[in-house]
């Protein structure tokens, strides 16, 4: 049996990266485009608002004519039309008079403020109403300016960003009923291993059920990938090698799940061996995920995951993530690290970089990171209640509550460049 080298998570996420590419542009309907990535940036093409509009229901008045309004000296102006949103008057405003204006509707010509309708009194006199004003208004007094809100040319949105709501908002706005969306990458997923159930079967001696296949899937949606769930296979070397060879031919990225290790139905590293492939790691300084394996074959990556459900995610979320953002544009496609204190103490010391599954607590202002369950790899039940890892990195020693640590965020949109300096030991 070969020794394996053990690359630092540094090392073994830059080595994926340099096999990383950006991917296709697709079309979509605005309605679709939520959740996806935008393909290109987003620029104003027209001032918002598209022109000087009244912000407020009242009138729209000449500043200088309401200069001597006081509460002892009321001004009258003589009201000359109506105009509600989306109507434009015709009418010009002159000396001491005053167009009826709703919130949202154009600026009327020859005025320059707009009074609230609250605090005005009108009368009506042989069928011609008059409002009068008990204060004096500035010029641009209550006048939502056009272009206050963006400039034409403005790039609002940057391409290999997340659509969010917002962002709905912001393509409406600017008349894209079509939207340009990176193209989901494909990402084909088999699951290795003969003791393996479908969900849908009771349990017998020796036999789980098949969970990393549904987990995968899911992370992969979360990530902006489309999942091709090519089926779980019994650990049977000729049966695993043909659907990985066939695999590859329809898919941009593979995962596989469990068979890594050195045990004597993991047959993945032969796999890669018989395919030809260029493997560049098959041990990584990082619990878990240790055994986490990555090849590629003609530029396509092979993530050989870990079937340890703990193992298996965490190597998802370090290595298969960026890769899938990068397809989708992201120029930061890694996940998003901060600081939290710990809030329990940590005891088990590890000479390898800890990513214990934790959630996020935040409390007065400051920020908790909780582990979650039990910390082992074959531990499934802690992945529900996980939104970050907590980073710890390897060393003699443990950790006590209340220690600064890094945690990165598995449920941020923004991600981040690389964030991680070498995780030497403490
Ligand atoms: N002698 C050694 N043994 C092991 C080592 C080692 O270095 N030397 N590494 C251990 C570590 S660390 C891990 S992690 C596991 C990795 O195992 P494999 O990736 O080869 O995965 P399998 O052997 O196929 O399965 C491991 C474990 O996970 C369960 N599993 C597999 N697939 C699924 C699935 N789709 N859903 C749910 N659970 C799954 C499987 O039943 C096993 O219990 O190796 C250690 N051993
Ligand atoms: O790959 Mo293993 O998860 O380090 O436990
Ligand atoms: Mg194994």
Request: charge should be neutral; charged fraction near 25%; proline fraction near 5%.
């Given at each position: 049996m070969q020794k394996r080298t053990i690359f630092s998570v540094q090392d073994a996420v830059k080595k994926v990266m340099d096999y990383s590419k950006t991917g296709e542009i697709e079309i979509v309907s605005i309605e679709e485009s939520d959740g996806r990535f935008l393909a290109e940036d987003l620029i104003?093409?027209?001032?918002?608002?598209p022109f000087d509009r009244s912000p407020y229901d009242g009138f729209a008045i000449?500043?200088?004519?309401?200069?001597?309004?006081s509460s002892e000296n009321p001004l009258q102006f003589e009201v000359i039309d109506e105009i509600g949103a989306g109507s434009v008057s015709e009418k010009k405003v002159g000396s001491r008079q005053a167009i009826r204006i709703m919130t949202g509707a154009q600026i009327p010509d020859g005025s320059d403020a707009v009074v609230m309708l609250e605090l005005t009194s009108s009368i009506t006199k042989n069928g011609q109403t008059f409002m009068s004003i008990k204060r004096a208004y500035k010029q641009g007094d209550n006048i939502s300016f056009k272009g206050e809100d963006t400039k034409k040319g403005t790039v609002l949105v940057k391409k290999g960003m997340f659509i969010n709501p917002g962002m709905i908002a912001l393509l409406a706005t600017f008349g894209y009923s079509k939207v340009s969306v990176a193209k989901k990458p494909v990402v084909g997923l088999i699951a290795t291993g003969s003791e393996l159930l479908e969900v849908d079967e009771r349990l017998v001696p020796g036999k789980i059920r098949n969970s990393n296949s549904y987990m995968i899937q899911s992370q992969l949606k979360r990530s902006g990938a489309e999942p091709l769930y090519l089926g779980k296979l019994s650990d049977d070397f000729d049966q695993c090698f043909s659907a990985v060879e066939a695999a590859l031919k329809k898919v941009d990225l593979l995962i596989t799940t469990g068979g890594?290790?050195?045990?004597?139905?993991?047959f993945l590293p032969a796999i890669y061996e018989k395919l030809g492939a260029n493997v560049?790691?098959?041990?990584?300084?990082?619990?878990?995920?240790?055994?986490?394996t990555v090849a590629e074959k003609n530029g396509k990556l092979l993530f050989g995951l870990s079937g340890n459900p703990s193992a298996c995610y965490v190597g998802f979320e370090l290595l298969v993530r960026p890769v899938v953002r990068t397809y989708l544009f992201?120029?930061?496609?890694h996940l998003f690290k901060t600081t939290a204190q710990?809030?329990?103490?940590?005891?088990k010391a590890n000479p390898f970089t800890r990513f214990v599954r934790g959630s996020l607590v935040f409390k007065e202002g400051n920020l908790f990171a909780a582990p979650v369950g039990?910390?082992?790899?074959?531990?499934?039940?802690?992945l529900a209640g996980t939104n970050i890892l907590i980073v710890l990195p390897g060393g003699t020693r443990g950790y006590q509550a209340g220690m600064n640590v890094d945690v990165i965020l598995l449920?941020?949109?923004a991600g981040s460049v690389w964030p991680w300096q070498e995780y030497s030991k403490s």
């Amino acid at each position: 049996m070969q020794k394996r080298t053990i690359f630092s998570v540094q090392d073994a996420v830059k080595k994926v990266m340099d096999y990383s590419k950006t991917g296709e542009i697709e079309i979509v309907s605005i309605e679709e485009s939520d959740g996806r990535f935008l393909a290109e940036d987003l620029i104003a093409d027209h001032p918002v608002p598209p022109f000087d509009r009244s912000p407020y229901d009242g009138f729209a008045i000449r500043a200088e004519d309401s200069k001597l309004a006081s509460s002892e000296n009321p001004l009258q102006f003589e009201v000359i039309d109506e105009i509600g949103a989306g109507s434009v008057s015709e009418k010009k405003v002159g000396s001491r008079q005053a167009i009826r204006i709703m919130t949202g509707a154009q600026i009327p010509d020859g005025s320059d403020a707009v009074v609230m309708l609250e605090l005005t009194s009108s009368i009506t006199k042989n069928g011609q109403t008059f409002m009068s004003i008990k204060r004096a208004y500035k010029q641009g007094d209550n006048i939502s300016f056009k272009g206050e809100d963006t400039k034409k040319g403005t790039v609002l949105v940057k391409k290999g960003m997340f659509i969010n709501p917002g962002m709905i908002a912001l393509l409406a706005t600017f008349g894209y009923s079509k939207v340009s969306v990176a193209k989901k990458p494909v990402v084909g997923l088999i699951a290795t291993g003969s003791e393996l159930l479908e969900v849908d079967e009771r349990l017998v001696p020796g036999k789980i059920r098949n969970s990393n296949s549904y987990m995968i899937q899911s992370q992969l949606k979360r990530s902006g990938a489309e999942p091709l769930y090519l089926g779980k296979l019994s650990d049977d070397f000729d049966q695993c090698f043909s659907a990985v060879e066939a695999a590859l031919k329809k898919v941009d990225l593979l995962i596989t799940t469990g068979g890594v290790s050195v045990g004597d139905y993991d047959f993945l590293p032969a796999i890669y061996e018989k395919l030809g492939a260029n493997v560049l790691f098959n041990k990584i300084g990082m619990r878990p995920g240790s055994v986490t394996t990555v090849a590629e074959k003609n530029g396509k990556l092979l993530f050989g995951l870990s079937g340890n459900p703990s193992a298996c995610y965490v190597g998802f979320e370090l290595l298969v993530r960026p890769v899938v953002r990068t397809y989708l544009f992201s120029e930061q496609p890694h996940l998003f690290k901060t600081t939290a204190q710990l809030k329990s103490d940590f005891p088990k010391a590890n000479p390898f970089t800890r990513f214990v599954r934790g959630s996020l607590v935040f409390k007065e202002g400051n920020l908790f990171a909780a582990p979650v369950g039990l910390d082992k790899s074959n531990v499934v039940t802690s992945l529900a209640g996980t939104n970050i890892l907590i980073v710890l990195p390897g060393g003699t020693r443990g950790y006590q509550a209340g220690m600064n640590v890094d945690v990165i965020l598995l449920e941020d949109q923004a991600g981040s460049v690389w964030p991680w300096q070498e995780y030497s030991k403490s």
